[in-house]
């Protein structure tokens, strides 16, 4: 399942709201994975195979390099962080993309839904 939570800002304005996006994430679920590509559809067939839940698109970026750049701040945010989920990624993000032009999406992949939920706590 792919689901589009796109942050409309340029970036580097951007990363405050990723890195806000990407905790939420890692508060939900138990596996997060961070990752960039020019086709969201072919590489959630080729993730989903590996038992992944979803895919979420959550930037939009006109660039090869700008959406390693965004990939690779957040995989460093991440790993900063005192964060007790560690994201899955073992490199430090855009290998193999290329700097071309045209769009690319940043994109968080997530598995193994958490038992209670932010609002399940907040309530009880």
């Known amino acids: 399942m792919i689901e589009e939570n796109i942050v409309p800002a340029p970036f580097p304005a951007a990363l405050a709201e990723l890195e806000q996006k990407l905790n939420g994430y890692r508060y939900a679920w ?20 590996d038992g992944w839940h979803k ?10 390099g700008i959406a390693r750049d965004v ?4 995989i460093d945010y991440s790993r900063r962080c005192d964060f007790t989920l560690e994201l899955t990624n073992l490199g430090l993000g855009g290998e193999g993309l290329r700097d071309a032009p045209g769009i690319c999406f940043v994109y968080i992949l997530v598995a193994d839904r958490r ?4 609002r399940q706590r907040r309530a009880g």
């Open 30 to 49: 138990k596996r997060v994975y961070v990752g960039i590509t020019r086709s969201p559809e072919a590489r959630w067939e080729q993730h989903a195979q």
């Open 55 to 64: 895919m979420a698109l959550v930037y939009r970026a006109f660039s090869g």
């Open 71 to 74: 990939e690779r701040h957040l």
């Open 115 to 118: 038992g209670v939920t932010l």
